[in-house]
Each structure stands twice: as structure tokens, then as C-alpha cells.
């Protein structure tokens, strides 16, 4: 009972319809079969490129997309199981933050009303208290009482999502899923919500599921990090051993093609040849063997699974 | 302050301001911006947004649709003819055959309602006058060589079959259809994954080496910067910032900005519990403090920081930088060791 | 709704355009005539004068007499009530009973969507001239009945509109952040959905009025319009074009104070198109 | 490609079934059926022996079913009035009704794109002012009040072009036109204006895309701009705008056949409605219903057509 939420054999299929009576031929598997768990106070980094299920995992779990199996505890608590008043107040523990600030916040709310709606959902607190903790809230995330009144589109992009923070924050969740909160932010202000968010993990205690496509934002800002492949995990690891020992091919193919901000340091980029197959046919074997260097017979046959080989360290790959 | 152009360059800019109309008022939103590019170079210009590094760019090719931008002053010399001044017919020469851009958003950067193979003879018909079937041929030639397999098939596809990363290879086999001397790359892959922006990346480089190429390349990053350029112009809010070789930009930047940019963004090859942050944002053109305009965010700023608006000056071996205290700067780098 | 910040910048935006300005006091000046009808002139809409028949406009009557004497100034400030009430009523049904039926639609889709969409496909299918004869010769001759059988066409109006907004509305992050807070369906719909619909809303509604008070006309022209005695300008087009020769003024006035009222409509709900449109606005 | 276009062609049926369902019900809730309009000199014997006759004593979904299956067949049924099978009235009415429509949307279309292209290229210039405020005339103009200017000035006052009348086609095309000129311009003035508007609008937000700016950077002439890249992307909204519009061109029709007196479907269904001709009505909108129908997914198909990305299966 030692993680706050576990995850296990989480699996989304959308069907894939032809012909002129739209008959259900296949499976689009947007996630196929993952598992992980993050700690109290934990940050679970998840990378990995475009369309390849990160997002959808992110609001699996929290029911935002209702997932096709899999199961999801929270503190033990199978999510899946919970008819809709149950959900909704499991839902105090668990917030989302988006990438877009500008499509994040309904604009037609004022920041007063904004940060008080969850509150006041969860009847968590009402009138001066009310007033009082949205206050407390703006200080927290660093933006001051006088902006109350405001409306969205008179911030800036950093501003908005300090008030998306601060918007998640007022219900105490214990774990936020952040996706890509800094990706569509400018440099010097992506660093400072980053450092915003790690303070309020030192101070509150939440643990972040933490999506994004930027090798560097995840490493810096997570405990442990997972790397997905069109849909399955392929490699799990705390940060620094992703970074400084990653065994899966994709990874290593994945951290060679950071740029690395330093002139003098001639990184070799390993070029991933070969075509992305396709998921809405079937597939056979280990879906990077059409692209992967070390491709045995055994890849194009039979799936890896995700398997320990260290402590802490899980790969899906049978050359490891 | 007029002088003569400088032989060194292919492309020079000269004190190009650039404005947009808000609210029906034309506000400047880059300032006496100047700099150039040499042959076979690739220059670096970073910023982040709203600091005019792409605007400044588009006025390069008269790209930018007026109304609402107006280019209030400056000049931009292409082999010695100001390209401002001249007519839009001989403009329409010198775009795509001997300068040539591509853009951030491959998924809208090409027409959608008609094949890859179209939209490339299109150019190459037009500048280099050859028939139909040559310039598929040399279509099929300029696929090749940015890496995309089965060329000849490929010219028969419409954009939407193909990926982002595939998208931007045609973008960028078409600008350099006929072999211009100077490719604009503004934020090429910025929307791309990781992966392919390493392969886009690898594929300038080559083209640079292989072709002769001159590369102004435009991006917010600086990591990327630090992989492909030569040179780089740092620009804020407007304004020429910092211009220096990469090495003297890496090791020795001269401006708190840049210095603070690069404080700011996480590495992968370094722990660090908490980054630097550059406080406040970037103003916005209509709302400019006075002085510098960095100094609202500056560690550094002083008295004088607020009254009067540095020059951009030379500090040495050409490094160039727009700021009173750049000496203070270098002193407490070298006595950090 | 939540305009109060936003509210001053439209209005700004709005009152810098010439012709919106022109819309907006038309709308105005012909919802005041429509208010005090013929009170605003000296004569009675309806009192024939058998000796001032077919009298051409004078400084005495303003826009002539009819076949029957009757002042035309003072019916047409008479009919103005009928026709921009029949603007007005139609366009409220079409608009409350498109949006509600868009917004579920849109929102929950699954087979509810389905039949309601192919439902409103068939009603977009009939001709709306047609559908309206239809529906007003089977609820038979009231006022009422003419609000109705209006307003029913132009339900698939705001159908198709409010139900593509929806759909793209739902799928926003701030409506799944919404539910994530644990937002019931209803409130994220009123609350989050239709708000940021009002623009495009308050717009079609302007233009719907027009396409209805053009509707209106008509069918009052082909004589199954509003009963006798009342009179909206679409009936007295009917009854002027036989007189088209003897008395063109009776064609001419009604007529041109139709267009005069479709114009400020169609001014106004372009300007507010403009003024209001959030994606310009934005940033 | 073939797929799609037989999945659109199936979508048809669904909403032709609902039109039927829709135009039978209305018909259906009518107070009194065709027997009530003999009127009441009639013998009760004779509403009897009507009823039975036309099969009114029979449950509604059996007339339905009848009325349906015999459309099928090509029998629309016979008029109350006349006695006379309707399918030869529709024979006789219907190709005035199509000349009318077609020659609006002709002309319409012939001037309209090209001056909404004018105006979006010219923006802000006298061309584009003059062609808006032409267009928001055009737009809110009733059209019926139109033909009834039209009248005024050129047959009352000019004696240019007769007023009413028709004159079939076979019989003498010169009398035909001048005799159609009128009513066409009159309906199809709005159509033209709508049309202009929405070519204008598509194509400043066409001109607004990325690829515009893409085919200036490659040095393309502004005419290659617009003439080839700009002009098939604005076509998309534009066709829909003329598909939508036909609809309503058949609704104003109704009128305009009104006021110049043609004996086109339109008027037939008017003139049917006075006098409670139930048989004739119902098959009449059908008619019509069916042609905009056809006419939506022709459009749709068209679409596809001039879109790569619609036509082609959708690859992730």
C-alpha cells in the first residue's frame, strides 16, 4: 500500500470502421497494456513522441477517456469499479493540467471564479473562507489578490497556467497529471513554472504524472521516468539511470536526438530509419523491430514484455 | 550612418524596423535591427516570441501582407541591390530561386488540394523554364537528396499522406529546387518530434556541406542553436541583443539575457535541483519600458538601464552586444574561473 | 452572461464600424414604431375615406392612400407591429428549440445525435417557403400559428450551428478539465458550453429575424400569411401588386421598409459579427 | 472514391424516409381530409363513396404504405379536383419550375464568383466596396418585391418585356426568354449576392493560410497565387453555399412563379393548398424535397471531388 496510484494493464482500443456500413474491421490501440505506480510526493515522468498513447494514458486514469480494460487503484480504491457520485468525489485527489493555456481556461470565467468552482463543487469551503483561501491560492502560485476579478484573456501564457495550477491546488489533490504543462511556454517562463511546480512538491507533498515530449523538462522535473512507443511502455527507470544508462533501443535513439546546448560537445544522433508501422493493422513481434538496429527473429515474432532487470529498471526488449 | 555594404556578406539587414498596426496605430515591433549573413554560413537567430525574429525575416522576402505591417525604415542588401526597393516582378525573381524559406507548420506549409509533385515543378518550371518532364525529374532529384525514399511515387502523393517530418523534407526540397544561395528556415522543427527534428537538423547540416549553402535558421532554442549554427544573433522584445560566433556565445555570452536563457532551460546531461528563472515576460510592443528593454528583468540593470537605450557595440573579435554592463559580465565570469 | 470586461472593447469595436451604428439605429427606430404603431400619426390605420381614394404621397398623406381611402403612412406603422413581431416571435422558437436540441445532440451524441440530425437533414430538405405553407396551412390562420410554422423552418439553422460549436466546444481542455473537477453534464453544459457559444449565437439570431421578417412577407404575399384584418407590409404587397399600374406607391413603401428592416438586421448582425468575434479579439 | 460516394447515395434513403414521414403526418393532421373540400352541397352518400373511392376510410399507415409503394412505382396518385393523374401535371409544370431555377443559378453563379473573387483580391479598394454594398442590397431584397420593381419599370413603365405569361420553350426561345428574364434575375439576385458574399469571405480566409504564403516565397506570380492555389481551397465553403442556396431557390420560386403568373410547380403547390388538393400537394413536395436531396449529396460528392483529403481514405 506504499504507492498512491497503481496502474495495471491499462488498455485503450477505438475501432477502426470501413466500408459504406461502417463495420468495425480492427483496433486502433492507443495504449496497449500498461502498467506503473507512482509514490506519495512522487513525479512519474511519461515521454514519448507524438501519438503515441502518452496523452491518452494521462486521462485514463482520470476517467476523462473511459479506458477499454486495465485496472487503476488510487490509494487502493479501484477507480474503474465507481459509479459517478463515487468518481466525482474521488476526483478531489486527483487534477489535470493541460498544454494550452489559452484553451484551458473557460473564458468566460473570471480567476475568482475559476479557482472557487472546485471548491465550491466539493463544498470544501464558502464565503469569506472562500474569498480567503483563493487568495492564498493566487500567492501560492505567485500571482497577486488584485487579479481576482480578471478574465483569461488578460493574462499571459505563463500567467494562465499559474491559474490552472492554482485551479488544480484548491482541492488538495494528491496527485496532479500535468500535460505538457510547459511545452507551448517560452523558455524563461517554462522555467519558471517548472520550478513553481517542484516547490509545491517540496511544500504539499503531490505527486505529478508528468506528460511531455522534451527529454530534458522530464528528466529535470521527475523521480522516475517511462518511455513510451505507440502505446506500450518500453522502458521504465528513474531519471538519472534513463539518462545515463537506457537500454532500450528506442530510448537510446530518443536521447541521441536531444540537442544538447553546447557547441563543443558533438553528440552522434542515431537516425531511426524505417517507416512507423501502422497500429490500425495487425501487428506481429516488437513494434520498433521494422526500425530497430539490433531486430533479431525472435523481435518480429514474438512481443517483449516489460520486464526488471535492475532494480528499478524495467525494458520490454528481448536484446537487453 | 550610411555606409558601404560589407563585401563579407551574402545577405545584409540594415536598421530594419518593421511595425503593426495595433489598435489602428502602427507600432514598431522590431527596432533599427541589423545584421548579416555570410556565404555558406549558418546563422543562428533566437529569441523568444515576440522578440521579432521571424518578422524580420519575412521582411526579407516582403512576406509580411500590408496592411497591417509597414517597414518604417532600413535597408536589406542582397548582392548589393536594396530588395525593399525593388519592384515586385523582379522581387518574384529573386523569391524561391535565389532565396528561399521554409516554415514551423509543415502540416499547413503546403496546399492541400494538390500532389507534392505539382507544387515542386511548379517552382522549378517557373524559375528555371524547363518543361514538364525534366522537372519532374529533377522534382523526383530534389526528394532524393533530402532523404525521402521511392521519390518518383512520392511525387504523385497529396500532402495529407504524408508525416509531419515527411512534410517538411518536401518543404524543403522545394525551396531548394533551384539551388538558391540563401535558405530561410523559420523555426523548422519546432512542431516536429524530438527524432525527426534530429533528422531535419542532420539534413541542413549536409546540404550546407554538400551544396554550399547559407542557412539563416530561426528558433527558440538554444540547444538547437548550439548543434547547427555558426553564428548566432540573439534578439529581445524587438531588438539585436547579442550577435557572436557560437563557441564565444556558449562559453562567454555578454548579455544578461542571453546568459539568463541559458541558465533557464533544463539539461539533460546536468542535475540541478532548481533552474535559474528570468522574472517577469517578455512586454509586449505596445507597452516597451524605456531604456533597455530588458532592464525590467535584469539583474544587472542600474540607474542608467532605464534612462538611455544601449548601443549595440562591438566587444571584441566581433562579438557584438547591446549592453552598458557586458564588462562587468566578463569580469565575474573570469573570476569564477 | 460574463461580458463585463470584455463588454467595453465590443462596444468599442462595434461603434467604430459605420454601418453597424446605421444597423443598430434602424433595429431600433422600426422596433419603436413597431412599440407605438399608429399612435405615431394623426390618421387611423383602418378609417376608409371613399373620397381620398388612391391619393399619390403628398405632404398630407405621407405615402399616399390605398384603393380604400385608408391612410398608407398609418398602416404601414400598423403593420411594422405585425412584422416585427413575427420576426421576432419565430426567431425566438427557432432559436431556443435549435440551440436546446443542438446542444444535447452535440454534447451527448450516440444515437440521440443520430436521429435528431437526420431528422433535422429532412426538415432542411423542404424549402422553407414550402415547409411553412405546410405547417401554416395545417395549424390553420392565427398569428400564432404563423410564429410557429416560421420559427419550426429555421430550427435547423441553429441546429446545425449550435451542435458543430458544441461538438468542438466539448472537446476543448477546459470542458475535460471541467469534468475532471467533477462537473455534472448539465452545468459544464450551461455553464461552460453555451457561454462561449453566445457570440455566434446573438449573430444568427440577428440574421435569422431577417431571413424571417423576408419569410413572413411571403407568405403573406401569396395570401397565406397572417388572417384578415390584420396587416402585416407582406400583405399589403399583396393586395398593392394588382394596383401595380393605377398606384405603385402601395407597392413601393411596404417594400421598401421591408428591405430598410432586413438591412439593419443583416448591418447589425455583421457588425456584431465583427465586433464580437472572439478569435480576433484573443491575443 | 466509389465507396464513399454509394455510402452517400444510402444516406439519402434515411432522410427521404423521414421527409415522407414528416410531409404524410402534416398532411395527416390537416383538419378534415379532401372530402371535407367538396363542400356542403354534397350528398353524405357521395363523401362515403368518395372516401372509399380515394381510400380514406383506411388506417393511416396503410395510406402511408400505399402512398410510398405507389411513389415507388412512379404513381404519385390522382388530384381530388381534376381527376386527373398528377404525374401528368407534374410533367407539364415541372420543366417551367426547372428553367426558372437553372437560369437564376446560371446567371447567378456566371456573375457571382468572379465578382466575390474581385472584391476579396481588390479588399478595401472601390471594386470591393461597390460589389458589398451591391451584395447586401441583393441579400436583403425580397425577392418577390424585386419582380414586382421589375414589373414597374419594365413593363409598366418602359414596355420593354411583357409582364406574365409563358411561353413554352419548343414553341419560340426568343418568347420564352424575354418572358423568363425577369423572373429568373428576380430569384436569383439573393442566391447571386449570398454566393458573392460567401466567395468573398473564402477566399480572405483562404488567402490568410500558410500555403498562400508558401507559393509567394517560391516567387509565383500573384495571378498563380490566386487563379491556382487560392481558388480550389475557397471552392470547398463556396459549393456548400451553393448547395445550401438551391434549397432555398425552389422555396423563392413558389413566389416569383406567383408574381409573373408561371404555371410552375411552385404555384401549382399554392394553388393546391387553396384548395385543400391534398393528393397533389403531398406529391409536389415530395418532388421537391427529393431534387435538394439529390442536390446535397451532389454537392458532397463534388466535394470530394475538388478535396484530396476527403476523397482519399483517411490514413492516420
Not at chain 3, 413575427?86 to 436521429?115: N, R, W
Request: hydrophobic content about 45%.
Amino acid at each position: 500500500m506504499d504507492d498512491l496510484i497503481q496502474v495495471s494493464g491499462l488498455k485503450k482500443y477505438y475501432p477502426i470502421t470501413s466500408g459504406v456500413l461502417k463495420r468495425v474491421t480492427g483496433h486502433y490501440k492507443a495504449v496497449d497494456d500498461v502498467s506503473f505506480s507512482i509514490g506519495y510526493g512522487q513525479t512519474f515522468g511519461l515521454v514519448g513522441e507524438s501519438g503515441c498513447g502518452k496523452t491518452t494514458v494521462g486521462k485514463s486514469i482520470l476517467r476523462l477517456i473511459e479506458p477499454t480494460d486495465g485496472q487503476i487503484l488510487l490509494e487502493g480504491k479501484d477507480l474503474r469499479a465507481m459509479n459517478s457520485a463515487q468518481l466525482r468525489s474521488a476526483r478531489k485527489d486527483m487534477q489535470i493540467i493541460f498544454q494550452d493555456p489559452y484553451s484551458s481556461l473557460n473564458p468566460r470565467m473570471t480567476v475568482m471564479e475559476l479557482i472557487s468552482e472546485p471548491m465550491k463543487l466539493h463544498n470544501l469551503a464558502s464565503g469569506s473562507e472562500l474569498q480567503d483561501r483563493v487568495c492564498n491560492l493566487l500567492e501560492t502560485v505567485g500571482l497577486s489578490r488584485i487579479e481576482m476579478k480578471k478574465y483569461p484573456h488578460e493574462f499571459s501564457g505563463g500567467q494562465r497556467q499559474r491559474i490552472m495550477i492554482a485551479r488544480a491546488l484548491s482541492v488538495q489533490p494528491k496527485i496532479i497529471v500535468c500535460d505538457e504543462p510547459v511545452s507551448a511556454l517560452d523558455v524563461s517562463i517554462q522555467a519558471q513554472i517548472l520550478n513553481l511546480m517542484k516547490e509545491l512538491q517540496q511544500n504539499l507533498g503531490i505527486a505529478y504524472l508528468f506528460i511531455a515530449h522534451g527529454m530534458p523538462v522530464v528528466k529535470h522535473i521527475s523521480h522516475q521516468v517511462g518511455v513510451m512507443y505507440l502505446g506500450k511502455l518500453v522502458e521504465v527507470a528513474d531519471s538519472e539511470s534513463i539518462f545515463s544508462n537506457c537500454l532500450h533501443p528506442y530510448t537510446q535513439a530518443l536521447m541521441s536526438a536531444v540537442p544538447i546546448p553546447d557547441p563543443d560537445v558533438k553528440r552522434k544522433t542515431m537516425i531511426i530509419k524505417g517507416e512507423v508501422p501502422n497500429l490500425a493493422e495487425k501487428q506481429e513481434g516488437c513494434l520498433f523491430a521494422g526500425r530497430c538496429s539490433r531486430c533479431t527473429a525472435r523481435c518480429r515474432e514474438e512481443a517483449p514484455i516489460l520486464r526488471e532487470v535492475e532494480s528499478g529498471h524495467q525494458v520490454a526488449c528481448h536484446c537487453v | 550612418m550610411k555606409q558601404e555594404t560589407n563585401q563579407e556578406y551574402l545577405l545584409e539587414i540594415k536598421d530594419l524596423t518593421t511595425a503593426f498596426l495595433f489598435d489602428g496605430k502602427p507600432v514598431p515591433v522590431t527596432v533599427n535591427v541589423s545584421y548579416g549573413i555570410k556565404k555558406g554560413e549558418i546563422l543562428g537567430i533566437v529569441g523568444e516570441s515576440g522578440s521579432g525574429k521571424s518578422v524580420t525575416v519575412k521582411s526579407v522576402l516582403r512576406l509580411l501582407p500590408s496592411p497591417p505591417s509597414s517597414i518604417l525604415n532600413g535597408e536589406i542588401y542582397f548582392h548589393g541591390q536594396n530588395l525593399l526597393t525593388l519592384k515586385e516582378k523582379e522581387m518574384q525573381k529573386i523569391r524561391g530561386n535565389k532565396i528561399s524559406m521554409i516554415f514551423q507548420e509543415p502540416m499547413t506549409s503546403l496546399n492541400p488540394v494538390y500532389t507534392c509533385g505539382n507544387q515542386i515543378t511548379e517552382t522549378i518550371m517557373l524559375h528555371q523554364h524547363l518543361s514538364k518532364e525534366e522537372a519532374l525529374k529533377k522534382a523526383a532529384r530534389m526528394l532524393d537528396l533530402v532523404g525521402i525514399p521511392a521519390p518518383e511515387s512520392r511525387l504523385k502523393s497529396y500532402p495529407h499522406q504524408l508525416s509531419g517530418g515527411m512534410r517538411q523534407r518536401v518543404m524543403i526540397a522545394m525551396a531548394l529546387s533551384c539551388e538558391p544561395e540563401l535558405l530561410i528556415a523559420d523555426e523548422p522543427t519546432t512542431a516536429l518530434d524530438p527524432t525527426i527534428q534530429a533528422q531535419i537538423i542532420t539534413l541542413i547540416k549536409e546540404l550546407r556541406d554538400s551544396i554550399g549553402l547559407s542557412v539563416m535558421y530561426i528558433t527558440h532554442d538554444l540547444a538547437v542553436v548550439a548543434e547547427i549554427c555558426d553564428r548566432v544573433v540573439v534578439m529581445y522584445a524587438g531588438m539585436v541583443m547579442e550577435i557572436a560566433e557560437i563557441r564565444d556565445l556558449f562559453h562567454a555570452p555578454l548579455h544578461p539575457y542571453t546568459q539568463g536563457l541559458m541558465q533557464a532551460m533544463p539539461r539533460i546531461n546536468q542535475q540541478s535541483e532548481m533552474l535559474y528563472n528570468i522574472p517577469g515576460m517578455v512586454p509586449h510592443a505596445t507597452q516597451m519600458p524605456t531604456g533597455c528593454r530588458f532592464q525590467p528583468r535584469c539583474p544587472y540593470a542600474t540607474e542608467v538601464c532605464s534612462q538611455a537605450c544601449p548601443e549595440l557595440v562591438d566587444a571584441g573579435d566581433g562579438h557584438m552586444v547591446r549592453c552598458f554592463h557586458y564588462e562587468k559580465l566578463r569580469k565575474e565570469r573570469v573570476q569564477n574561473g | 452572461m460574463k461580458y463585463e470586461s470584455n463588454f467595453r472593447k465590443t462596444v468599442k469595436k462595434f461603434f467604430r464600424r459605420k454601418l453597424a451604428v446605421v444597423g443598430l439605429v434602424i433595429c431600433l427606430v422600426m422596433l419603436f414604431v413597431a412599440i407605438m404603431g399608429p399612435s405615431l400619426s394623426s390618421y387611423s390605420p383602418s378609417e376608409t375615406v371613399v373620397e381620398d381614394r388612391y391619393q399619390p404621397p403628398s405632404s398630407v398623406h405621407l405615402f399616399g392612400t390605398d384603393d380604400l381611402g385608408r391612410d398608407m403612412f398609418a398602416r404601414i406603422l400598423d403593420g411594422a407591429r405585425i412584422t416585427v413581431a413575427v420576426g421576432v416571435g419565430s426567431t425566438c422558437i427557432a432559436l431556443v428549440a435549435g440551440t436546446l436540441l443542438g446542444l444535447l445532440a452535440g454534447f451527448f451524441g450516440g444515437v440521440f445525435d443520430t436521429v435528431i440530425s437526420c431528422f433535422m437533414d429532412a426538415l432542411w430538405a423542404f424549402p422553407a417557403i414550402i415547409l411553412a405553407l405546410a405547417i401554416n396551412t395545417v395549424l390553420g390562420p392565427s398569428l400564432l400559428n404563423i410564429f410557429i410554422a416560421i420559427g419550426v423552418v429555421y430550427i435547423p439553422d441553429f441546429f446545425r450551428i449550435v451542435r458543430s460549436r458544441t461538438i468542438t466546444i466539448r472537446e476543448l481542455e477546459y470542458v475535460i478539465g471541467a469534468r475532471a473537477i467533477g462537473q455534472n453534464s448539465i452545468s459544464i453544459l450551461w455553464h461552460y458550453v453555451l457561454p462561449n457559444m453566445s457570440s455566434t449565437l446573438i449573430v444568427q439570431t440577428t440574421l435569422c429575424c431577417a431571413k424571417a421578417v423576408i419569410a413572413e412577407a411571403s407568405l403573406s404575399f401569396l395570401g397565406l400569411g397572417v388572417p384578415l384584418p390584420m396587416a402585416s407590409w407582406g400583405s399589403m404587397l399583396k393586395s398593392g401588386y394588382p394596383l401595380l399600374e393605377r398606384a405603385p406607391w402601395l407597392s413601393l413603401f411596404p417594400g421598401i421598409c421591408i428591405m430598410l428592416l432586413v438591412l439593419g438586421l443583416n448591418f447589425l448582425g455583421d457588425g456584431l459579427r465583427d465586433a464580437l468575434d472572439v478569435r480576433i479579439r484573443d491575443d | 472514391m466509389a465507396k464513399k460516394i454509394v455510402r452517400k447515395v444510402l444516406l439519402m434513403l434515411p432522410v427521404l424516409f423521414l421527409v415522407s414521414i414528416i410531409l404524410f403526418t402534416l398532411m395527416e393532421v390537416l383538419p378534415g381530409d379532401a372530402a371535407y373540400g367538396l363542400g356542403s352541397d354534397v350528398s353524405d352518400e357521395y363523401i362515403q363513396q368518395f372516401r372509399e373511392e380515394h381510400g380514406l376510410d383506411k388506417p393511416a399507415y396503410v395510406r402511408y404504405l400505399d402512398w410510398v409503394t405507389n411513389m415507388l412505382k412512379g404513381d404519385f396518385g390522382v388530384s381530388l379536383i381534376s381527376g386527373l393523374p398528377i404525374i401528368d401535371r407534374i410533367k407539364v409544370r415541372f420543366p417551367v419550375t426547372l428553367e426558372l431555377t437553372l437560369l437564376s443559378m446560371i446567371v447567378a453563379v456566371v456573375i457571382a464568383i468572379p465578382a466575390g473573387i474581385l472584391s476579396a483580391v481588390k479588399r478595401n479598394t472601390l471594386p470591393d466596396y461597390l460589389t458589398s454594398v451591391l451584395a447586401m442590397v441583393g441579400v436583403t431584397i425580397p425577392p418577390f418585391w424585386l419582380g414586382m420593381l421589375m414589373v414597374l419599370l419594365f413593363s409598366i413603365t418602359l414596355g420593354w418585356l411583357p409582364a406574365s405569361g409563358y411561353v413554352e420553350l419548343t414553341e419560340s426561345v426568343s418568347e420564352n426568354l424575354t418572358r423568363m428574364i425577369m423572373p429568373a434575375l428576380a430569384l436569383g439576385t439573393q442566391f447571386a449576392a449570398t454566393v458573392t458574399r460567401q466567395t468573398r469571405s473564402a477566399f480572405l480566409e483562404t488567402l490568410d493560410q500558410d500555403y498562400i504564403v508558401t507559393a509567394k516565397a517560391k516567387g509565383l506570380p500573384q495571378r498563380v497565387v490566386i487563379w491556382k492555389h487560392a481558388l480550389r481551397n475557397a471552392l470547398i465553403p463556396i459549393v456548400t453555399t451553393i448547395g445550401m442556396q438551391t434549397g432555398r431557390l425552389f422555396g423563392g420560386a413558389v413566389v416569383i412563379e406567383t408574381v409573373f403568373t408561371l404555371p410552375g410547380i411552385g404555384r401549382e403547390i399554392v394553388n393546391s393548398i387553396l384548395l385543400r388538393d391534398y393528393p397533389v400537394v403531398m406529391a409536389l413536395i415530395m418532388i421537391v424535397a427529393f431534387i435538394v436531396i439529390v442536390i446535397n449529396t451532389l454537392i458532397d460528392i463534388i466535394h470530394g471531388l475538388i478535396d484530396p483529403r476527403i476523397s482519399q481514405s483517411q490514413q492516420r
